[in-house]
């Protein structure tokens, strides 16, 4: 997408640093800069992205080193992080929940990043609105608990009418109430002032990134692929309805493709162990895994290599920008706007939904035989759940090969 058809006035500037992540820090990488380095005007001009400058300027009253700093770019000083306020008690606390989402949930380094942004947008805020940024000192006797709660809804009254969206708010608010909760498991916090903020807002809760793809869209998608690597990026996403994380680290160790349960198996997920059912799409992956072999007798085993990272596959934010340019070119879009990955798991859930209600359906007329006037009852208490699992898999897997195998 051209700086030109970019619509920079109607973006937040959580939307815009979103939009750097996703796009803008991409085509600075394929142009060769390195992305460790902090971009100048020039590099921007280069990519074809000037029109962001003029927007921080005259909308966002920010100029394009502070926004760099925004998304991440920060020169950091001996003392570390500049989080602009002066009080020593939170910013070292600050860096030590940093310093668990870096050691101990290993998340990408943009997300930290971000993280940590939306962390100083607040307390900055915070001690501009209240005199003192010491808000940590103010959460550890129960007495202030109400003081404190008033302190923060002010906070969140002026983000409420800064921020663009409702999922940039809501976001910012999951951050400040990981961070309070990071502060009670620690017992230095009494209590969180934030948890139940979310509740005097009436902010979406149904984001536009939870929106789902439709069939179309996904017969599309795979129609453009013009790579099996291009085409795994949306059976994963779409078909066997994956994590963006989870697809990045995708390894041929995880891959179960003989018998009659075919599965990826999972040691770690977002609720622990599991598996996922190669319902469709064992030959594609099989066809996949044969050609990395073949083209590199050193091949690491990731589905998605890669030889800049450490790790030896890509990162989330990559599967991310992936899809999103396979959706530019395949012409899809939601609601007007680029797709997210999240609306390719987002697909699998409401496909997934629709076979189940079409098994329900078809067992509409055992159930009339047993003298129920509920489906369900056929589907709990007289089928095992091996025949359950059976049925639902068929169910879906031709749902998915209609909708893969028809050209757009």
Request: with cysteine.
């Amino acid at each position: 997408m051209s700086s030109e058809q970019i619509q920079w006035s109607h973006k937040s500037l959580e939307e815009l640093r979103e939009f750097w992540n996703a796009e803008i820090g991409f085509e600075l990488q394929r142009a060769g800069h390195d992305l460790e380095d902090k971009p100048t005007y020039q590099d921007l001009l280069d990519v074809g992205y000037g029109g962001l400058t003029y927007t921080l300027r005259e909308h966002h009253e920010m100029t394009f080193s502070e926004f760099l700093a925004f998304v991440g770019y920060v020169e950091e000083s001996e003392e570390g992080y500049p989080w602009g306020v002066d009080d020593e008690t939170t910013t070292e606390e600050l860096e030590s929940f940093i310093r668990t989402l870096e050691r101990r949930q290993g998340l990408a380094d943009t997300t930290v990043a971000t993280k940590r942004s939306r962390l100083a947008t607040y307390v900055q805020l915070y001690d501009r609105l209240h005199g003192q940024a010491n808000l940590v000192a103010r959460v550890v006797d129960t007495a202030e608990r109400a003081a404190e709660i008033r302190r923060v809804l002010v906070v969140f009254d002026e983000l409420d009418v800064e921020l663009g969206t409702d999922a940039s708010k809501q976001r910012y608010l999951s951050d400040v109430n990981q961070f309070y909760s990071h502060l009670e498991r620690r017992a230095i916090a009494a209590f969180n002032p934030a948890s139940r903020i979310s509740e005097e807002y009436n902010w979406n809760r149904e984001e536009k990134d939870n929106q789902p793809l439709s069939s179309e869209d996904v017969r599309r998608l795979y129609g453009a692929a013009e790579s099996s690597e291009e085409e795994l990026l949306v059976l994963a996403l779409c078909a066997w309805g994956l994590r963006r994380n989870e697809v990045a680290s995708l390894h041929v160790s995880q891959m179960v493709l003989e018998g009659e349960d075919p599965h990826i198996y999972f040691k770690e997920r977002k609720n622990g162990p599991g598996t996922v059912a190669l319902v469709y799409g064992r030959e594609q992956l099989s066809d996949h895994i044969d050609a990395l072999r073949a083209q590199d007798d050193e091949w690491n085993g990731y589905l998605f290599p890669s030889t800049a990272s450490s790790s030896g596959h890509i990162v989330g934010e990559t599967v991310q920008s992936r899809f999103q340019r396979l959706s530019s070119r395949a012409g899809v879009t939601v609601r007007g706007e680029t797709p997210t990955s999240k609306m390719g798991r987002r697909f699998w859930y409401t496909t997934y939904m629709d076979a189940q209600r079409q098994l329900l359906e078809n067992l509409d007329v055992i159930a009339g035989d047993q003298g129920s006037s509920d489906a369900n009852v056929v589907l709990e208490n007289y089928l095992s759940e091996a025949e359950r699992r059976k049925y639902r898999r068929e169910f879906m897997g031709e749902r998915l090969s209609d909708i893969f195998e028809t050209q757009p």
